[in-house]
């Protein structure tokens, strides 16, 4: 790949960082409010995107500095952060916090793994969009945030598995709602059967 659609590519993927901001006032007002509060300071967060999609979408107006932000395939639909405040939102109001927190990661860091390294490196293209190597790189960065957030290899191998798989197969539907859910799911799921087994 060209250097500079790679540099384009690291500069769209870097939004997805403001997942880290996300997890932060949620763990500083929930410390401090209680975890409703918190819940509704990023509901409100929620509210803020939607608003900006809809001048954007409904009345198709340009917005002045973050205008680049959205992809070419969103100019007709919300923005793939709207998705992931809803995916963390669900996440962290039904999950564990562990397993919360896990899930929103993998949804970030795997799949910019799997964007990056794919799209740079990737020599065995499995469709037109997903390289082998990309995957591989994927599975192995969602297994390293789970070891370090996770204390169940049980549980960190169905979330790395889930978060791949679902970014692997996903193309129509907004991964960045998919991947926390599914992998946050399964992966409560899992603690549960554990704790009921154990």
């Not at 192995?140 to 798989?165: C, H, K, P, Q, R």
Request: charged residues 20%; hydrophobic residues 60%; contains cysteine.
């Amino acid at each position: 790949m060209a250097e500079w659609d790679l540099k384009k590519e690291l500069k769209r993927k870097a939004i997805h960082l403001l997942a880290i901001f996300f997890i932060a006032i949620f763990i500083l007002i929930s410390s401090r409010f209680g975890k409703s509060l918190a819940l509704f300071a990023l509901v409100f967060l929620l509210i803020v995107f939607l608003e900006l999609d809809y001048v954007r979408v409904e009345m198709r107006r340009k917005i002045p500095f973050i205008s680049g932000l959205w992809r070419l395939k969103e100019k007709d639909r919300p923005g793939g952060q709207v998705f992931f405040l809803i995916g963390a939102i669900i996440c962290l109001a039904v999950f564990d916090f562990r397993i919360a927190l896990a899930a929103i990661l993998m949804t970030v860091f795997g799949d910019m793994a799997a964007a990056l390294i794919g799209k740079r490196f990737g020599r065995t293209w499995l469709s037109e969009k997903r390289a082998l190597e990309g995957i591989l790189a994927e599975l192995f960065v969602n297994l390293a945030i789970g070891y370090f957030i996770l204390n169940s290899w049980i549980v960190i191998i169905v979330m790395s598995l889930t978060a791949t798989i679902v970014e692997s197969l996903v193309d129509k539907l907004d991964d960045n709602l998919m991947i926390p859910l599914f992998a946050g799911f399964n992966g409560q799921l899992a603690l549960y059967l554990i704790n009921y087994l154990g």
